[in-house]
């Protein structure tokens, strides 16, 4: 039912919102010319790319994870120790080597984790995935002898010469070019995986994993390959953070790092497929917004989140879009308690 | 290396802890097993409580008396109060949403009480001492130990004797078991379910409270106090069996033991121990230690 949401029936559409996501921009650099305002867009597009990696979880398959921050934070020390020559010979160590570097590691850990943790659904999973999260964590800090500890791991980026030019990726204009490469790269993969029949299993298992199961799907198996994916993205997302700030600290794996992608998601909405892009615009616009009125912003996001969850259960874009309504009645009011809210045997 | 001595108190201070983790864990268990909600902001209501406690006894220090004792009695209440409220505002209207919504709302009322505490309080830790009448060590295998750590221990042990004999021997205990396995039929048997839930919500949030009066004089008071007991509890819950009174109990003794010993012994691997062994028990046992396999 909730699979009707995505614009795939709807192309026109899809190719008009693809335009503005390309066009539009690309034009920011050059109008908002101020370094500052540069790094609050990157910030937006870096949770974007975070909480769509969520949402490919969340949204499309109905894992509700908790632990995202630590494979973010393995994205960002693998670029970490990969630039700061720990790990490769400082000659070879570029932007693009660590990328690959943090993306080969974000699918190990990702497959590791996502072993143990699909073994249980529902609430079980979001708090082994809370589990592992912890660990990654305290075992981040407690090593600090490799990995700095809580003062971070500092690390450079060599210029890279571009037409007779000696330029720094990490300076904002250049970086924000390369975000928004990352991110829309990102964005037509995911694009290509959840308009696949691929992605119609896994909307199946959100929807009823016990049936899925019937029919014949291993569905543990795709929940895993779905937690992989996700993780890559959630690795990339923290690489594109630590080149944001040249320095990774364990805070990026900090539980309370994975709310993040979460409360974009959901305030943007998790059953459209731009719903975290829109989220994470909203979540970090609020953030500067509000900064500067009280300084301490998280009362104000509590205080907008409470009547979000109360009144628009489904996000921003599940409420305009008219086409959702079925989707908000069946998916967020069930009939009455506990009971009604999992409705997958296997998974108890 | 094992000195009889050193190996008691750790075991000890991790008792102390376990206590501690227990009464927010058995109010967050309660809670869950009851109203099917995943109260967040349960470990909110603990840093109430220890805050509640120390603007009670400075103030009352300011006329010559010690507010602790006033304290253990009037603050768990006033925690209540504000759970009460809490409940009947915010958490009502989300009994039948989807887990993640419920976590989603008290998620948010972390957010505002927490950063709340911190605009108003401040970020600077807090004491207070421990109450004249219980601030003496005795000689245990002769290293003095504080008695309040016994005091701890010992109101933790009775608050579960009580909450034990009062689920299973009192007709209170009898509806609120009923209320949270069938609450459709214990709707329509004539129990008032809506005021079931209030009631367990009020009670799970004095105990948080009750364990925020027990660790002011023995811990700093600071706003990010909740944050840290909530994640344990959670472990604790998941650990014990979601839902399960024993659970708690077993999981948050098990915890605070292996933690104090861990200090001392492992302490580079100590911050990892509960959830690894969350983890493996999950894995192998999911229904918890003691929890029953439909309990979810």
Known sequence: ?348 | MVDPSTITTAALNGLVEGMLIFLTAVGLTLIFGVLGVINFAHGSFYMLGAYFTFFLVTGMNGVGLNGFWIALLVVPLLVAVVGGLVERVFIRPIYDYAHELQLLLTFALVLVIDNGARIVWGEQFRSINVPPLLDFTIALLGTPYPFYNFFLIAVGALVAVLMWLMFERTRVGKIVRASSEQRDIANALGINVPLVFTAVFIFGTALAGLAGVLAAPYKTIRPAMGETIIINSFVVVVLGGLGSFGGALVGALLIGLLNGLAFVYVPTFQPIIPFVLMAGVLLVRPAGLLGEADAV
Request: overall charge negative.
């Open chain 1, 1 to 348: 039912m909730i699979g009707d949401i995505d614009l795939r029936d709807n192309r026109f559409r899809a190719v008009g919102v693809f335009a503005l996501f390309a066009v539009l921009p690309l034009l920011i650099p050059p109008v908002f010319s101020r370094s500052y305002l540069l790094g609050v867009f990157i910030d937006m597009m870096i949770l974007a790319l975070f909480a769509m990696s969520w949402n490919l979880l969340f949204g499309y398959t109905g894992m509700l994870s908790f632990g995202h921050a630590g494979l973010y934070g393995v994205g960002a020390y693998a670029v970490g120790f990969t630039l700061n020559g720990t790990w490769i010979f400082p000659q070879v160590a570029s932007l693009p080597v660590a990328f690959g570097v943090s993306l080969a590691l974000s699918i190990v850990a990702a497959a590791v984790i996502g072993l143990f943790c699909v073994q249980r659904g529902n609430i079980y999973f979001a708090m082994l995935t809370l589990a592992f999260n912890m660990v990654l964590y305290e075992v981040f800090i407690q090593f600090d002898d490799i990995t700095s500890g809580t003062s971070g791991l500092l690390f450079d980026i060599p210029d890279v010469a571009v037409l007779g030019l000696e330029l720094n990726p990490a300076d904002a204009f250049m970086y924000y070019y390369f975000t928004l490469a990352v991110l829309t790269l990102s964005v037509l993969v995911m694009w290509r995986i959840v308009n696949s029949p691929y992605g119609r299993l896994l909307t199946a298992i959100r929807e009823n994993p016990e049936r899925a199961n019937f029919i014949g799907l291993n569905v543990k198996h795709y929940q895993w390959s779905a937690f992989v994916i996700s993780g890559m993205f959630a690795g990339l997302a923290g690489a594109l953070v630590s080149v944001r700030n040249l320095v990774v600290t364990p805070g990026l794996m900090f539980w309370a790092m994975s709310a993040e992608p979460l409360l974009a998601t959901l305030i943007g909405g998790p059953y459209a497929f731009f719903g975290p892009v829109l989220g994470a615009v909203f979540f970090i616009s609020l953030e500067e917004f509000l900064v500067g009125i009280v300084g301490n912003w998280h009362i104000a996001l509590g205080i907008i989140l409470i009547p979000v969850v109360l009144y628009l259960p489904n996000g921003i874009i599940g409420t305009i879009s008219v086409r959702n309504v079925r989707s908000v009645v069946g998916r967020v009011v069930p009939s009455v308690g506990p009971d009604s809210v999992d409705d997958t045997e296997e998974n108890r």
